[in-house]
């Protein structure tokens, strides 16, 4: 069991760690500012977190292990050419600068100090010093498809899932709300679309099953059999058995429709998910907050209640606000009304940590 | 601080170059107002929020400020 979780909420960063009574938040940083994502390597123990602030942007901080805070560089934009049309698939014009950190990943074993960053308005940046620096990825960031890219929940494309191939770290998958799911197999230098298979449920036939259109909530990958994914789409859970080249839809009970999944570390067809009623109705069924688990591929689901509010519930677990642990033993959820859950069961039963704490936006085993 | 310049993109590249971190709080990625900051040159907010062209004088006083806002 990892021993400590990363919570980045609405007002600040929080660590939670296990006492003899049990889960409890143990620090506080940054109190007031809103931290979108934090990140653990476990390579070599530093710790990221990146900052959303109302007036100064986007910020990055990294604490060395054992180390305090500081901040380091941002991702930013090059210089936008002058005269250039560049409009996103709402015909909006893109705005290059680092408007959000979606995801922050470390870039494999063989790949030390290296991390992968994915950003609103879409782009890609690496870091090969521990974000010191930083390189967008141009041949992502040019390619004439991202112009199909458009915004689903927030007004603009973001990269919010970064699957590093456990394989080949060179080969790199992500998934773009809403602009499907991108790969590249030579370290970001060229890239192909890979959502085919996704589609929605609504809308006009060119549209719902177009691969950049498409939106994936969340996307991760079996690091015990890594040819198989899994994603939570906006029109409902999608898996692929063969490296992502192809993706059938999946039904769950009772609702298919979320945010958040996350795979066993050792068991690829074992999988969570935080249903809510639908794209237009952001709730729980019924007001109960369950989590949904598959152990058979997503043929059948249960419903793990235990520990859960069952009245007047309505937590929304955003993508980023449910994490497993390298054990699959230890879950952890955080949602969008303050409450925080530990499993140690594999969710068959979970403990109440806080009910008291800003809005969740990510947890982290650290 | 201090400085001088025709236009407050002149000034502020002065007041920047001696604290670059400081652009990256006021100004975006292509060098735009940040869209809750505010530059107000005596007393009155610049209109040119992208290339901050807006001119001061030598006695100007120039504001930023953060425009509260969010829960």
Known sequence: MAGKILVSTRKGLFEIGRTRAGWAIMDAHFLGDTISLALHDPRDGTDYAAFHHGHFGVKLHRRLKGKKWV?????????????????????????????????????????????????????????????????????LWRHSDRNKWLGGGADIPGI????????????????????????????????????????????????????????????????????????????????????????????????????????????????????????????????????????????????????????????????????????????????????LWVSENQGDSWQQVSNTLPQIYAVRWA | MEGSGETVYELLEIVFAKNSRLQTYVLDDQGGVRKHMRILVDGLAIKDLEKLSD???????????QALSGG
Request: with cysteine; hydrophobic share 35%; aromatic share 8%.
């Open chain 1, 71 to 139: 901040e380091v560089t941002t991702p930013k934009y090059p210089e936008k050419p002058e005269g250039l049309v560049d409009l996103d698939g709402w015909g909006k014009p893109v705005k290059w600068t680092t408007q959000m950190i979606w995801a922050l990943e470390p870039a494999g074993p063989d790949k030390p100090n290296t991390i992968w960053c994915g950003t609103m308005p879409g782009g890609l940046f690496r870091s090969s010093d521990r974000g010191d620096t930083w390189e967008l990825m141009e041949s």
């Open chain 1, 160 to 339: 919010h899932s970064i699957c590093v191939d456990p394989r080949n770290s060179n080969t790199v998958r992500l998934a773009v709300s809403c602009g499907g799911v991108w790969v590249t197999h030579d370290n970001g230098l060229t890239w192909a679309q890979s959502a085919h298979g996704m589609k929605f449920t609504q809308g006009p036939a060119s549209e719902k099953e177009s691969p950049d259109g498409q939106d994936p909530h969340m996307m991760v990958q079996s690091p015990s059999d890594p040819k198989k994914f899994w994603v939570q789409h906006h029109a409902g859970i999608f898996k692929s058995i063969n490296n992502g080249e192809k993706w059938t839809r999946v039904n769950a009970k009772p609702s298919s429709f979320g945010f958040g999944v996350v795979v066993h570390p050792k068991d690829a067809d074992t999988a969570w998910f935080v249903p809510g009623i639908k794209d237009e109705l952001r709730i729980p069924v019924d007001g109960e907050l369950v989590v949904i688990r598959t152990r058979d591929g997503g043929k059948t689901f249960k419903s793990l209640k235990k520990g859960l509010p069952q009245k007047h519930a309505y937590d929304i677990v955003f993508r980023h606000g449910l994490a497993v642990d390298e054990t699959g033993d230890c879950l952890v959820m955080g949602s969008s009304t303050g409450n």
């Open chain 2, 55 to 65: 001119p001061v004088r030598k006695d100007s006083e120039v504001w930023i400020m």
